[in-house]
């Protein structure tokens, strides 16, 4: 079955850095979308970044500029280099996959298959 832990988060200061990283095990098609979710209390699910199998990359617009997705040249590991972190970063991340298949395109929504048990990170001003 598919597995995906997620390690890295932590508290950091307002301006601070964090990296998040994501390793899929279980894995049984050849190609996946994954990205990396955010749920803070009382909010919904936000899609934050997301990365197809083939390199394409697709940021909320609250990252963008400041978050970095990307994956391992074995595409099981994915990783999320946070930078300038605001204290509305403030959230539980969610390391997600689903198959890539050519009729569906990999994007924010939330409907992914396959999902991580969450890393809080915390920004304190």
């Known amino acids: 079955q598919v597995q995906l832990v997620e390690s890295g988060g932590g508290s950091v200061q307002v301006g601070g850095s964090l990296s998040l990283s994501c390793v899929a095990s279980?894995?049984?098609?050849?190609?996946?979308?994954m990205g990396w979710f955010r749920q803070a209390p009382g909010k919904e699910r936000e899609g934050v970044a997301v990365?197809?199998?083939?390199?394409?990359?697709s940021y909320a617009d609250s990252v963008k500029g400041r978050f970095t997705i990307s994956q391992g040249n074995a595409k099981n590991t994915l990783y999320l280099q946070m930078n300038i972190l605001e204290p509305e970063d403030t959230a539980m991340y969610y390391c997600?996959?689903?198959?890539?298949?050519?009729?569906?395109?990999?994007?924010?929504?939330?409907?992914?298959?396959?999902w991580g048990q969450g890393t809080q990170v915390t920004v304190s001003s």
């Open positions: 279980g894995f049984t098609y050849s190609r996946y979308c």
């Open positions: 990365i197809s199998s083939g390199g394409s990359t």
């Open positions: 997600a996959a689903r198959p890539q298949y050519y009729w569906v395109v990999c994007d924010r929504t939330p409907d992914f298959t396959y």
